[in-house]
C-alpha cells in the first residue's frame, strides 16, 4: 500500500488515482488521521465479501443455538422461500 499526505495528493492526484487502480492508497494528515483511496469496484468487491461473510456468521450461530430448521431431502422447504418471494413481486 502507497503512502501519502493530503499535500501531495492535491498536487498529484491523477498520479493517486493511475495508482489507486491497482492498489490501496494510504493518506495520513499530521493528526494521525488516516484515509484510503481505493478502486470503486475493488471497494465493492470488498463490502461484497463482508456481507457475504456476516450472513455465514449468522447462520453458523443460528446452528449453533438449534434456531435453523432442519433440511430433509426432497421436501421442497428449501423453495418454499422463493415462490413466496416471488408471489409478493407480482
Do not use: C, H, W
Not at 501531495?8 to 490501496?24: I, V
Not at 469496484?41 to 461473510?53: D, G, R
Amino acid at each position: 500500500m502507497e503512502n501519502t499526505n493530503p499535500k501531495q495528493l492535491r498536487a498529484e492526484l491523477k498520479n493517486f488515482l493511475d495508482l489507486a487502480t491497482g492498489e490501496p492508497v494510504r493518506i495520513q494528515r499530521r493528526s494521525g488521521e488516516a484515509f484510503v483511496l481505493m478502486n470503486e469496484s475493488q471497494y465493492a468487491q470488498m463490502q461484497n465479501e463482508i456481507l457475504s461473510l456476516q450472513r455465514r456468521l449468522l447462520g453458523m450461530a443460528d446452528a449453533l443455538t438449534g434456531k435453523g430448521k432442519e433440511y430433509v431431502p426432497g421436501s421442497g422447504e428449501r423453495l418454499k422461500r422463493f415462490s413466496k418471494s416471488r408471489s409478493k413481486r407480482k
